[in-house]
């Protein structure tokens, strides 16, 4: 049975509870001590471990719905522990032997308690992880005389989680330009570009996959080994043998390996992407940074911020001139010039109007149309003719063993042999495989022609 089918009904209520927060914190402190305590904690500890939390934290914990009166009573650890075993996030067992309430965290609860882990750690070093893990099962499933289709299906989720990671973090390239707009002054968008994206993807994201050159490390070592184990035909019977014995169907070994192939593949196409998305995040942040510093020191940019304050108070427009005028040279020619900030677009012109008037042509009579349709020759057919009978030994003309002198020989030679497939020619050829010959720096068929019996 599926785990989303142990699932009690109240569980989802942690997500629309008004204290979501303070119980996700519960879970991932219970978490902690659980698997320092061979994963049995007594309802003591748990009750130790809320209040411990809630003496750090300070929590306000609000009333739910479901609360009564006598629940209002209970100290904030017993409020929460008590809470999380009613909606199924913890679980009680009763050790009869010895008397004891174990509090334990269901399967379906752990997955989802993993979940919050990774939402709230820093740690993003799974990149390393993922590629190490799969040349390590690689190597292994290469060397290894027990090895099983179980070992390529790991080497192939760690590949999609590689992947995962990787489209993540390119998804997740568009809050760093938008933040990159949010600022107004410059001390803030290098703060946020140093302390933002400079911490959270150059060092922890992108640093493992380029700087560290990670990736590349170990990308032609599994290439190498991909390609061994795909070429050991002998190799790979045992393997598909020894799954058939294990009752293993379900997958081909070819078919794993393309999979792990076509994820490599997609990793490299995405790590260039990332290279772009990188280049244009650094390209944006130094553009915004001249933007900023020139609209504080620049000329042209204090003008502008000086008419984007006279247009938001029009009434005052006239004293911010006069004001200004005291204390800043208006007449200077980087300011009054005949190069104005805005130039109206002239209109588009009518493409039609433009269009020049069609030519008349004169309509062609009958015997102009025939002379067009009129195929031009080169050659008469009777020169086609004259060319087969000058070179015909014992009534057979060998193209093997012709004298081609120049274009004109090789070109009737084309022309003879159109000739012969055609049903009212004089000639036909050979029913043979003729073998190439070269002569006269042309190479073709040495065809042989012969007159046809009529």
Not at 164 to 171: N, T
Not at 250 to 270: C, K, P
Not at 354 to 360: G, S
Not at 362 to 374: I, S
Request: proline share 2%; aromatic share 10%.
């Amino acid at each position: 049975m599926h785990l989303q089918h142990e699932i009690p009904e109240g569980f989802w209520g942690l997500f629309r509870s008004i204290n979501r927060d303070i119980y996700i914190e519960a879970l991932l402190s219970i978490n902690e001590e659980y698997q320092y305590s061979n994963y049995f904690l007594t309802k003591e500890v748990c009750i130790q471990v809320l209040s411990d939390m809630n003496a750090r934290k300070r929590f306000e914990l609000q009333r739910e719905e479901s609360d009564t009166e006598y629940d209002m009573l209970e100290t904030p650890a017993s409020r929460i522990l008590n809470w999380l075993l009613k909606t199924g996030w913890l679980k009680k067992i009763e050790d009869y032997r010895t008397l004891v309430t174990h509090i334990v965290i269901p399967d379906y609860a752990a997955i989802f308690i993993d979940a919050f882990e990774r939402l709230n750690s820093e740690d993003m070093e799974e990149t390393n992880i993922y590629i190490q893990n799969v040349y390590a099962t690689l190597f292994s499933f290469r060397n290894d005389p027990r090895a099983n289709l179980s070992m390529l299906r790991t080497a192939l989720v760690n590949t999609r989680k590689l992947n995962k990671a990787l489209q993540d973090m390119l998804h997740n390239m568009d809050r760093f330009f938008s933040k990159l707009l949010e600022q107004k002054f410059y001390g803030d968008l290098l703060r946020e570009h140093l302390d933002g994206y400079v911490e959270e993807v150059v060092r922890k994201k992108y640093h493992i996959l380029k700087t560290s050159d990670n990736f590349y490390r170990y990308k032609n070592d599994i290439k190498q080994c991909l390609k061994e184990i795909r070429d050991d035909e002998m190799w790979i019977e045992k393997v598909r043998a020894r799954s058939r014995t294990m009752g293993d169907t379900g997958d081909d070994v070819l078919d794993l390996l393309d999979l792990i192939e076509r994820g490599f593949d997609d990793i490299e196409h995405r790590i260039a992407n990332m290279d772009s998305e990188h280049t244009k995040y650094v390209r944006a942040t130094v553009t915004r940074m001249n933007y900023l510093l020139s609209g504080e020191t620049d000329t042209k940019g204090l003008v502008v911020q000086l008419l984007n304050r006279m247009a938001a108070s029009p009434e005052k427009a006239d004293d911010m001139i006069r004001t200004v005028g005291t204390r800043m040279n208006l007449s200077l020619l980087e300011i009054v010039s005949d190069k104005s900030l805005y130039k109206r677009k002239k209109p588009r012109k009518d493409f039609i109007s433009q269009m020049l008037p069609d030519e008349k042509t004169e309509d062609l009579d009958r015997e102009d149309v025939l002379k067009l349709n009129r195929i031009q020759v080169r050659y008469t057919k009777k020169q086609i003719e004259e060319f087969i009978e000058a070179h015909m030994q014992d009534e057979v003309m060998d193209a093997a063993k012709l004298e081609i002198s120049g274009e004109e020989d090789f070109e009737k030679l084309i022309l003879a042999y159109d000739y012969s497939t055609r049903k009212n020619s004089r000639y036909m050829l050979l029913e043979e495989e003729p073998e190439m010959v070269e002569n006269g720096g042309y190479r073709y068929p040495a065809l042989k022609f012969v007159r046809r019996s009529l």
